[in-house]
C-alpha cells in the first residue's frame, strides 16, 4: 500500500505565478483534505473533496481552487502567488467523514520569491 | 470561532524524562479530539479521544480528555530521541468536517 503520494516535493515560484499540487490519496479512501502549514505553525484546513465534489472550505481566498478526479486523486491549484502563499502543502485521505482515520501525505514545501 | 492552544511551544528534556503536553480547546458540537506526531513532514495519527476520563495508551505514550474543562493532556514517559518531533492537536465538531489544529509542541529530547 503506496499510502497518500503528492507530487512535487519541493518547488520554487515567483509571486504572481500559478501552481498546480497533486495528491493521490491511500487505496481505500474516497476523501481528500488540504492544508496549508506555514513554518511554526499547525496545519490550516483548505478544504475537502468527496466524490469530486468540494464539501467543505476553510478561510481561504478564491484564489485556492481544488479538483477531484474520478480516482479520488485530487489537485489544489494557487493562482496569483503571493509570498504568503509559501508553506508545506499537505494533503490528507481519509474514508467519508471519519476523519480520524486520515492519512498524510508527505507534503508539497511551496517556496514564492 | 473554533479554536486550539497547545502548550507549551516548545520543549528540551533529557532521555529518560516524562514530559506532559497541553491542550485546550475551544469548539462548537465538540466530536473528538486527535493527536498526531510530525517528524519531518506527514502528521503521523497518535491518538482518538472522544470520552473524558477514558485513557488511551500505545506503549510510553499515553492521552486523556476532559470534556468539562476543554482540554487533554499528552505524556511521555521514559523519553527517547526518537520522540523528538511535533506533536499536534486537532479537534473535530460534528458541525463541519474539517480538523482545526493547534500550533503544535515541539519536543526535543537530547540523550
Known amino acids: 500500500d503506496a499510502g497518500v503520494t503528492q507530487s512535487p516535493t519541493h518547488l520554487i515560484k515567483t509571486r504572481g505565478q500559478q501552481v498546480t499540487l497533486r495528491c493521490s490519496p491511500k487505496s481505500g479512501h474516497d476523501t481528500v483534505s488540504w492544508y496549508q502549514q506555514a513554518l511554526g505553525q499547525g496545519p490550516q484546513f483548505i478544504f475537502q473533496?468527496?466524490?469530486?465534489?468540494?464539501?467543505q472550505r476553510g478561510n481561504f481566498p478564491d484564489r485556492f481552487s481544488g479538483h477531484q478526479f474520478p480516482n479520488y486523486s485530487s489537485e489544489l491549484n494557487v493562482n496569483a502567488l503571493l509570498l504568503g502563499d509559501s508553506a508545506l502543502y499537505l494533503c490528507?485521505?481519509?474514508?467519508?467523514?471519519?476523519?480520524?482515520?486520515?492519512?498524510f501525505g508527505p507534503g508539497t514545501r511551496l517556496l514564492v520569491l | 470561532e473554533d479554536k486550539v492552544v497547545q502548550s507549551p511551544l516548545s520543549l528540551v528534556v533529557h532521555e529518560g524524562d516524562t514530559v506532559t503536553l497541553n491542550c485546550s480547546y475551544e469548539v462548537t458540537n465538540f466530536r473528538s479530539l486527535l493527536w498526531y506526531k510530525q517528524e519531518k513532514k506527514a502528521p503521523t495519527f497518535l491518538f482518538m479521544l472522544t470520552s473524558s476520563g477514558i485513557e488511551k495508551k500505545s506503549g510510553r505514550l499515553s492521552s486523556i480528555l476532559d470534556k468539562k474543562e476543554l482540554f487533554s493532556i499528552l505524556n511521555i514517559t521514559a523519553t527517547q530521541t526518537g520522540d523528538s518531533a511535533v506533536y499536534l492537536c486537532a479537534v473535530e465538531s460534528y458541525n463541519t468536517d474539517k480538523l482545526i489544529f493547534g500550533t503544535g509542541t515541539r519536543l526535543q529530547v537530547f540523550p
Open positions: 490528507a485521505s481519509s474514508s467519508g467523514t471519519e476523519l480520524w482515520t486520515q492519512y
Open positions: 473533496y468527496y466524490e469530486e465534489e468540494e464539501r
